[in-house]
């Protein structure tokens, strides 16, 4: 069964550093999502991508976060630089179109971050 | 403001025990979906409802949406130790659909 893989699955860092999260989505997938969740907390959407282009990325802090998906597959979110708020499991999640409501997202087993 | 509200946040019963969990807004959604996520791993969909009044049932579990689909319900029947996790609700808002989730109501089931 197709599954969305991420890397690594556990981060350790110190304030100040740069992190980087890997996400590969389900083949034929065109759009990527990445979510941060806070302990005790849902899933908060950070960046949408439809192929290769952002849909929604209103709340990504765009002064420490990045991500790209350059060539419309896999996907990388960078933070620079880490903060000890940033501390979450980071969550890639694939679907097969934009989603119109009823649209199956496909999650990845996460990245648990945690900045010392 | 949290636009999915879910009730209650912990729930612990025992294996055999039927319980339901509440997931509320005073948002008209359009769909609202469900989803179990087991510690250190990503949410996996159970559900998704989209006609109000609708009623799911996925073995011991049933998913119902409401009239006026604003809330969702969540029952299950003898739970079991498999049953633990978080419970989570979403819906898609604004243009992109991007899903909202509620803060998610954590189950344990003890043998």
């Known amino acids: 069964e197709a599954e969305v893989a991420q890397s690594p699955r556990y981060k350790i860092t110190e304030k100040s550093q740069a992190v980087a999260f890997w996400c590969d989505p389900i083949s034929g997938h065109a759009t990527l999502y990445w979510y941060r969740q806070i302990l005790g907390q849902g899933p908060e959407l950070l960046v949408q991508?439809?192929?290769?282009?952002?849909?929604?990325d209103s709340q990504l802090p765009k002064d420490r976060f990045s991500a790209e998906r350059l060539k419309g597959v896999d996907s990388t979110l960078k933070i620079q630089p880490a903060e000890l708020g940033d501390s979450a499991m980071y969550l890639c999640?694939?679907?097969?179109?934009?989603?119109?409501?009823?649209?199956?997202?496909?999650f990845g087993p996460g990245t648990r971050l945690t900045v010392l | 403001t949290q636009l999915l509200e879910q009730s209650p946040q912990f729930l612990s019963i025992q294996e055999g025990e039927n319980l339901t969990v509440y997931c509320n807004s005073s948002s008209v959604f359009s769909s609202l979906q469900w989803y179990r996520q087991e510690p250190g791993e990503g949410p996996v969909l159970l559900v998704t409802?989209?006609?109000?009044?609708e009623v799911k049932k996925l073995k011991r579990l049933t998913f119902q949406f409401g009239d006026a689909r604003k809330d969702s319900s969540l029952h299950i029947t003898a739970a079991q130790p498999g049953d633990t996790g978080l419970y989570l609700c979403a819906g898609p808002r604004g243009s992109n659909y991007k899903l909202t989730f509620g803060k998610g109501t954590l189950l344990t089931v003890n043998p």
């Open positions: 409802v989209v006609t109000g009044g």
């Open positions: 991508f439809q192929d290769e282009s952002v849909v929604d």
């Open positions: 999640a694939s679907s097969l179109w934009l989603a119109g409501g009823t649209d199956t997202q496909y």
